[in-house]
């Protein structure tokens, strides 16, 4: 686990137990604790006997990035998990976590997290739903996986963006202009977490997008624009050869 701030790379930690339970069920934490053989969580998320060690050096390390103003280089991703349960990939929601240990390190009134992930972060958005302190938004393909987060589902602090397959930088950026920006301005957020995920790339085999590598390095840019304190963390992105150049053009857009 790697946590970048302006192309300086240090270790990441481990979550404590206390920092899971800011968003996680004692249940949810002690049950990726005490696996020992393999474990499928759902179709898609398996548990073994090392997952607690990496889903906590995960979440750990997206504390960090919050608290010092770096990018979590990290898997397993962690936007899709929900308080209860594991859930695509997903073991412990890593943004969330650091979402809420950076309001109770820091003493943050106000904490946006914006998730550029090809998917809807709907574990990010449940654990945030009823809580008016945390702004979350989320740019990604609608409809896919897993099914939420169509035009209907917004609220007073949860604003989804859905866009159509087939998207582009021309559109990403338009929609962040247009609706991202406005509301996170609107917001006033003392720090703004980035759930940065690459899988809208256009060669990422599970979505139907077409963002560039120059794409993502203006996202990152804007949100970087959107406050003084900003955080970031990885989500998606399953091109493996491509990922490493994405990541580091967002470093670019986010250090610019």
């Known amino acids: 686990m790697l946590l970048a701030h302006q192309h300086i790379w240090s ?3 481990a ?18 604790r005490s696996v020992e053989d393999g474990l499928w969580l759902d179709g898609e998320t398996v548990c073994t006997a090392t997952t607690f060690e990496a889903a906590s050096l995960a979440a750990g390390t997206a504390t960090e990035a919050a608290l010092r103003g770096g990018f979590a280089l990290v898997r397993p991703p962690g936007h899709h998990a929900l308080a209860g349960r594991a859930m695509g ?3 412990f929601n890593n943004v969330a976590v650091a979402a809420r240990a950076a ?26 739903r009823e809580d008016d302190s945390v702004l979350f938004v989320s740019l990604h393909q609608w409809p896919l996986y897993p099914g939420s ?14 866009l159509r397959p087939g998207s582009g930088d021309e559109e990403y950026l ?18 703004v977490l980035v759930s940065a995920g690459f899988d809208a790339h256009y060669l990422d ?42 990541v580091d053009a967002a470093l670019d857009g986010f250090t610019s």
Do not use: K, W
């Open 174 to 191: 338009e929609a962040f202009a247009r609706a991202v920006e406005p509301a996170v301005v609107r917001f006033e957020p003392e720090l």
């Open 103 to 128: 309001q109770e390190r820091l003493g943050l009134e106000r904490v946006a997290i914006l998730d550029f992930d090809v998917h809807h972060g709907n574990g990010t958005e449940a654990i945030f």
């Open 205 to 246: 085999p599970l979505s139907d997008m077409r963002v560039t590598e120059d794409g993502f390095r203006e996202l990152a840019r804007r949100c970087s624009a959107l406050s003084d304190r900003i955080g970031a963390v990885l989500e998606g992105g399953y091109e493996l050869e491509t990922l490493p150049g994405l």
């Open 15 to 32: 979550a404590t137990v206390d920092e899971l339970l800011l968003c996680h069920t004692p249940e949810h934490v002690e049950l990726i």
């Open 89 to 91: 990939f997903c073991i």
């Open 149 to 162: 987060g169509g035009p209907d589902d917004q609220a007073e602090t949860t604003l989804n963006v859905p």
């Open 11 to 13: 270790e990441g930690r």
